[in-house]
């Protein structure tokens, strides 16, 4: 008990989150910054943004439902919390596991994106609604290629368990080749999930001001903040688990060093794609999502299924 | 200077009234002054058979009793022919040109807040430049009107 | 779906500078587009007309913070018009450098910006970074970034030596290079095509009826351009092509503004080997003779007219200013017709919209018989409500509830 209660707190549960996440902002926001020929913020920035917000006061808009508007920041942050114990990190075995527990984490992974749209609807600012709406839009758009990218490997490892497909990649690590594509479409499908550049469109700062956000300050923003470091994390620690199964059966130490390569990998190829992109509009977005994204999603699954025909068997 | 000389020319021989009033400046610079019953004339012939067909701007004038606007309107080489006309300032009526220029419409507005010109013709709007709670009477570019100075409001604020 | 009106300022991420839109929308479809202009009216035409032709210089100057050099150009050529004075060529040629030199750095401005509107920061903090190249440029060869006090009636008040050519020269080098890369950028990614074609789209027969000018006019075909057909300064012996685009678009307006870059470059290279020994100035007299001119320019962000009349004394008696984004401005409704809200930002940059020099006026003063007063907080806050409610938006909820908390 006492266990279980270390690992989900501590380690490697909610503090090392929250340290790894904000490192990784940190490091996100220096490679974007180097890669733009700019100096980038000193390694505590992350921190202190984050102290500052926490000791700011919180504002929240008469109009708005008080209930609703703070509940929204907390909950967003459990569930990627949540979301984190079942994927395998540097073990084969996930802190808990459970037959379908991939589906329990992309579903987990999609309140974040529900938190948002009701924090900026019920914030009732313009600003606010509209991006809600369109976080709300582009959910429709990426949530169907990440589940199916997912779901390929799943099918070729037979099983829903994300700590079994593990185990089968790691003792069959030649078989990822043929998820390249599904790796390919998880990561662009990740960007609009955690609403980067070019899929920042909840955000879009010269457009609808803070968007989502807009009314949110202080602790309660902080808390969003923290969140979508965090789901940077956790959305990329499923990439690793379920695309880079490699190094998992090594020495602690070193899988635990694979692990933390693996993440930073996964997010300085999103910072990449923030570099060379420009801010799609939402109807762009979403065309692209159904028209490419979707079928290529379908094509991954087709390479599966002919892949277990044939050799998995 | 040919090319002017015959815009001189033509004004002249079409208007016989504008003799001696057509003035060339220099190279591609025109001026003229109509009376306002003949304006309207005028400039629908330079703009529909002259090829004036940019409007550079319209500028206001306080000229004492009158007030006057000249419209500057230019030619594709460059030639600008400025036409100008006056009005009492007791009564400053004048038409609007936004027929033939749709973007005369703000240059317009701008003399109505500026020097209270009055255009008759000009479809409602907001006014520009001036701000929405701006007094009605006041038109700052009216010679009478003074810039409150430094001292006279530090007087108010005392 | 129900509609909903956006205000787009005074105050807004996208706008660099107040001024005041707003938008009806349907979703995300844009039904109606408003301006509210006139948030930096200043009153400088009226302030010209009480301060010397000297002084003048230096307050047309600064109407514009991007386009100065521009205005104050227009405002000494429609005087020394009026004077008659014959300008020294090498005068005119240094005018001409620093008018061109201006332009570059409003072109590379206004990718950055660009860039930015359309969430492509990494365009932003590159083409920043390289317009950094010639405002050193300028400084070293006017002593200022921005506001250059260059211009003097009858010439221009520095010389520049051969060292200084040299250096020009070298810098034109490194920003060619450069600009032949964001041009690579701009017509070739992806997503910055996605976001720049077909949006904003002013066809050739409204640019013209609407009158638009500069780069805005050129990108719908219509070849303007007052260095070419009303030649000023030394442009009638320079060489160099009007850039005109026909995609109509955003797009387009890119590669004008990118392709009168290259044109800069190339006109700054033949000053730098034309520009003939002499003197930079004439002497001017203090007094005007009487007199009036219409002196127009090219700036970068299109045709800068400025008309001044003259009286025989040391003071204009009008100076009138039409800055090219009060031409344009009138465009944008046209141009987002029927657009999404995500495309306002970048449509009404690629005007590259110049507000201070559009308003020109007044601290606001209390007509000269109210006693100017203060307003406390609680007031200024029923104020900002009223006066949203009388664009028809409603926050009156809001304030009753904020009355409450602040009893």
């Known amino acids: ?32 910054a180097r890669l733009q020929n700019r100096q980038g913020p000193p390694w505590f920035q992350p921190v202190a943004d984050l102290i500052k917000l926490m000791a700011k006061e919180d504002i929240i808009p008469c109009e708005a439902n008080p209930r609703i508007f703070k509940a929204m920041p907390i909950l967003a942050m459990t569930a990627t919390v949540t979301a984190f114990f079942y994927i395998p990190l540097w073990g084969e075995k996930a802190i808990f596991s459970f037959t379908g527990d991939s589906i329990v984490v992309l579903y987990l992974l999609t309140i974040p994106t529900l938190t948002f749209f009701l924090g900026g609807w019920y914030s009732t600012s313009l600003y606010s609604r509209i991006g809600a709406m369109r976080a709300i839009t582009q959910l429709f758009a990426y949530e169907v290629p990440l589940f199916m990218s997912i779901l390929g490997p799943a099918l070729m490892a037979n099983t829903w368990s994300l700590s079994e497909m593990a185990v089968f990649y790691s003792k069959h690590p030649f078989y990822c080749v043929f998820n390249m594509l599904g790796f390919a ?29 807009t009314e949110y300050s202080g602790r309660l923003l902080g808390f969003f903040r923290a969140a979508i470091d965090i789901e940077v994390i956790v959305g990329a620690s499923l990439m690793a688990a379920v695309f880079m199964p490699f190094g998992l059966n090594v020495w602690p130490a070193l899988g635990f060093f694979f692990y933390i390569a693996k993440v930073l990998l996964v997010v300085a190829a999103l910072a990449l794609f923030r570099t060379v992109f420009a801010r799609l509009r939402i109807d762009q977005m979403i065309n692209f999502c159904w028209k490419y994204l979707a079928p290529a999603a379908f094509v991954q699954l087709l390479i599966n299924l002919i892949v277990k025909g044939l050799i998995v068997r | 200077m040919a090319e002017e000389a015959a815009i001189q020319a033509e004004l002249i021989k079409k208007f016989p009234f504008l003799e001696s009033k057509v003035r060339v400046q220099r190279a591609r610079r025109i001026y003229t002054e109509v009376g306002p019953e003949k304006f309207a004339e005028v400039f629908d012939y330079a703009v529909k058979n002259m090829h004036f067909c940019i409007l550079c701007t319209i500028t206001g004038l306080d000229e004492g009793q009158v007030l006057s606007f000249i419209y ?82 530090a007087k108010q604020n005392a | 779906m129900r509609k909903v009106i956006i205000p787009i300022g005074p105050q807004h991420p996208a706008l660099k500078e107040p001024e005041s839109f707003q938008v009806v929308l349907s979703g995300e479809r844009i039904m109606e587009f408003s301006a509210r202009l006139g948030y930096n009216h200043r009153g400088i035409e009226k302030a010209c007309e009480e301060r010397t032709y000297i002084q003048d210089i230096y307050l047309t100057e600064r109407i514009c913070g991007i386009c100065s050099h521009s205005h104050s150009s227009a405002f000494v050529q429609a005087v020394e018009d009026i004077a008659g004075l014959e300008v020294p060529k090498r005068g005119l040629y240094i005018r001409t450098l620093i008018g061109e030199l201006e332009r570059i750095h409003s072109h590379l401005l206004w990718l950055g910006v660009a860039g930015h509107e359309i969430g492509f920061d990494t365009l932003l903090m590159y083409s920043w970074r390289d317009r950094e190249v010639v405002m050193d ?89 007052v260095r070419k057909d009303d030649p000023y300064a030394v442009y009638a012996e320079l060489d160099f092509k ?44 203090r007094k005007i ?7 127009r320019y090219e700036a970068p962000r299109g045709e800068d007219v400025h008309y001044v009349k003259a009286n025989g004394t040391e003071k204009p008696e009008r100076v009138k200013v039409r800055a090219p984004t009060l031409a344009n401005i009138q465009t944008v409704a046209k141009m987002l017709e029927d657009r999404q809200l995500a495309d306002l930002p970048i449509v009404i940059a690629a005007i590259d919209p110049c507000f201070s020099c559009t308003d020109r006026m007044i601290s606001v003063r209390n007509d000269g018989q109210k006693r100017a007063n203060m307003m406390k907080w609680e007031d200024l806050h029923t104020y900002s409500i009223e006066w949203y409610r009388r664009k028809g938006i409603d926050f009156s909820k809001v304030n009753e509830k904020f009355k409450k908390a602040v009893k």
Request: proline share 6%; charged share 25%.
């Open chain 3, 242 to 285: 009007v850039v005109t685009d026909s995609h109509n678009d955003v797009y387009g307006r890119t590669i004008v503004r990118m392709g009168e870059l290259l044109e800069a470059y190339k006109i700054i290279r033949q000053i730098v080997k034309k520009i003939p020994d002499g003197p930079i100035a004439v002497k001017a007299p």
């Open chain 3, 289 to 295: 003779p009487a007199g009036e001119a219409v002196s």
């Open chain 2, 72 to 153: 500057h309107i230019a030619r594709e080489d460059g030639t600008v022919l400025n036409i100008k006309r006056s009005v009492p300032k007791e009564n400053p009526v004048i038409k609007t040109i936004t027929p033939y220029f749709f973007a005369a419409d703000i240059y317009e507005r701008e003399v109505m807040d500026l020097l209270g010109a009055k255009v008759e013709g000009l479809a409602p709007g907001k006014r520009y430049p001036l701000p929405d709670e701006w007094p009605q009477d006041q038109y700052p570019l009216r010679k009478d009107w003074k810039t409150p100075s430094k001292g006279t409001e």
């Open chain 1, 185 to 213: 479409i998880g990561l662009v499908a990740l960007l609009g999930k955690l609403e980067k550049v070019p899929f920042d469109i909840p955000e879009a700062e010269t457009e609808i001001v803070g968007g989502t956000f």
């Open chain 3, 137 to 225: 440029i300028l400084a070293m060869l006017t002593g200022n970034r921005v506001n250059y006090g260059v211009n003097t009636i009858g010439g221009v008040r520095r010389d520049i030596d051969a060292d200084q050519l040299k250096q020009i020269a070298k810098a034109v080098d490194t920003l060619e290079d450069r600009t032949k890369y964001y041009i690579d950028i701009a017509t070739k990614e992806t997503t910055v095509i996605e976001r720049l074609s077909g949006v904003g789209v002013l066809s050739h027969d409204d640019a013209i009826r609407l009158g638009a000018v500069g780069p805005t006019a050129r990108a719908s075909n219509v070849k303007r351009d």
């Open chain 1, 1 to 32: 008990m006492a266990g279980s209660l270390f690992s989900i707190l501590i380690f490697p549960g909610f503090v090392f989150l929250l340290v790894f996440g904000l490192a990784a902002e940190f490091f996100d926001r220096r490679i974007y």
